[in-house]
C-alpha cells in the first residue's frame, strides 16, 4: 500500500509528481455549506508558492489551484473537493546526471531499494513540490473550522535557524508576515538573511525549527489512547518532506523540568478552569484542554547543493555528484504554511470526530 491518505473523517489524498503535469488533492469529508472558494484557498497556496524571494528556490510556478468538484455556488457540497495545481516551470533537464545516481540526503535511493524504479526528476512523490497539494487541502480545512469554530486561528513561524533561535522576549506577532522568514523577531530576521546570503555563495543549505500555534481550539478534542490528538499531529509534522523531529509543548525540555516545574496548575476562571502555564501545548491525556496547541517541528538542510557529495550510481560504482536545479538554500521557510495546513486538517478532523462520538457535549466544571 502506498498511503497517500490521512485522516479520519477527514480524509485527504494527494496525488502528482513534481515534474508532472499536475498535483492535486481529494477532499473528503467536508461539511456540507462550508464557504470554498478558489480566492479564499489561493491567499494560503501563495505563501507557500515558491520564487517570491531570493530566498527560496527560483523554480517559478504561480500554484493556481482549480477546483474541479464539490463546490456549488461557492459553498461545499458533502461530496469529494477535488483541487488540481498545474505544473508549469518543470526544468527535467536539470536531473538527467542523476537518471543512475542516488543524491545523497535525498529519498533516491530508499524509493529504488522499495519499487526498483523511480521519477528522477526533483524526486517524483518524495519532492517537497507535494505539498502545495496540502496546502489547498489545508484551505478547504481553514474555511470548514471558520464557519464550524469562529475565533480558531492557525499561525505558523519559524523560531530557529540553524543553530540561531529567536529571542522570545522580543516576539512580536506584528513581524511575522513582514520579512522573508516568517520570523516574529526582526533582529534575528536580519541575522538569518545575512547567513543565507552566505550560504547561498558557498553552495550550502541550513535547517529550521518551525512552531505552529492553533489558538481558540475547544477543549475535548482527541481520544486517550490511539486517536490522541497530540500523536495525530505529530504523524502530520513528521509526513511533512524533510521533517525529522516534531515537539508538543515544551516537547523534549521536560525532561530537564521536575514535576513541580512541569505541571500546569489550574484555577477557575470566570469562564471556566484558568491555567496558569502550558507546558502541555494544550493537550493532556491526547485531549485538548482549551489552550493554545503548539506544535514545533525541525526541517533538516537541503539536501540538494552545489557542492560535491559522494554517493552511488545503481550499477554500485562509487562517484561524486553535484545535485543541479532551483533549491531552496534553507526549505523551513516555505514549510511554515504546510504546517500551519497540517495543524488545520488535524484540528478539523478531531473536530468532525469529536461531534461524531459525543454531539459537542462536555462535562461541567464549576
Request: proline share 5%.
Amino acid at each position: 500500500m502506498s498511503f497517500n491518505t490521512f485522516g479520519h473523517l477527514f480524509r485527504v489524498t494527494t496525488w502528482g509528481e513534481s515534474h508532472g503535469p499536475a498535483l492535486g488533492a481529494t477532499v473528503d469529508g467536508c461539511p456540507p455549506g462550508v464557504p470554498v472558494t478558489v480566492d479564499a484557498l489561493q491567499v494560503w497556496l501563495d505563501k507557500r508558492k515558491p520564487g517570491q524571494n531570493k530566498y527560496t528556490t527560483q523554480r517559478r510556478e504561480d500554484d493556481a489551484v482549480r477546483i474541479l468538484s464539490g463546490v456549488f455556488e461557492g459553498v461545499s457540497t458533502g461530496t469529494p473537493i477535488q483541487l488540481m495545481i498545474e505544473n508549469t516551470d518543470q526544468r527535467s533537464k536539470d536531473y538527467g546526471d542523476i537518471a543512475a545516481s542516488f543524491r545523497p540526503g535525498h529519498a533516491d535511493i530508499t524509493y529504488h531499494q522499495k519499487y526498483g524504479l523511480r521519477d528522477y526528476r526533483g524526486g517524483g512523490r518524495s519532492s517537497a513540490r507535494e505539498t502545495a497539494a496540502r496546502v489547498a487541502a489545508g484551505g478547504v480545512a481553514r474555511a470548514a473550522l471558520a464557519a464550524l469554530v469562529p475565533g480558531l486561528t492557525i499561525t505558523g513561524y519559524i523560531v530557529q535557524m540553524g543553530a540561531d533561535a529567536i529571542d522570545r522576549d522580543r516576539f512580536d506577532a506584528g513581524q511575522i508576515g513582514e520579512n522573508p522568514f516568517w520570523c516574529p523577531d526582526a533582529t534575528a530576521a536580519s541575522r538569518w538573511a545575512e547567513t543565507l546570503d552566505d550560504l547561498r555563495k558557498s553552495h550550502n543549505s541550513v535547517g529550521a525549527i518551525i512552531e505552529v500555534v492553533a489558538s481558540g481550539v475547544p477543549a475535548g478534542l482527541g481520544a486517550p489512547v490511539y486517536a490522541k490528538l497530540d500523536s495525530d499531529l505529530a504523524a502530520a509534522m513528521m509526513s511533512i518532506n524533510a521533517v525529522k523531529g516534531v515537539e508538543i509543548g515544551d516537547g523534549m525540555a521536560v525532561a530537564a523540568l521536575t514535576g513541580v516545574d512541569n505541571a500546569d496548575e489550574i484555577r477557575m476562571g470566570n469562564d471556566g478552569p484558568l491555567y496558569l502555564s502550558n507546558h502541555a501545548g494544550g493537550i493532556l491525556g491526547g485531549i485538548s484542554t482549551g489552550q493554545d496547541v503548539v506544535v514545533r517541528f525541525a526541517v533538516k538542510p537541503t539536501s540538494s547543493i552545489l557542492t560535491p557529495r559522494r554517493t552511488i550510481t545503481m550499477a554500485g560504482e562509487e562517484r561524486e555528484l553535484i545535485t543541479k536545479g532551483r533549491h531552496d538554500p534553507c526549505v523551513g521557510i516555505r514549510a511554515v504554511p504546510v504546517g500551519e495546513a497540517m495543524m488545520a486538517c488535524v484540528i478539523l478532523d478531531h473536530l468532525l470526530l469529536d461531534r461524531g462520538q459525543t454531539g459537542g457535549a462536555r462535562g461541567q466544571i464549576g
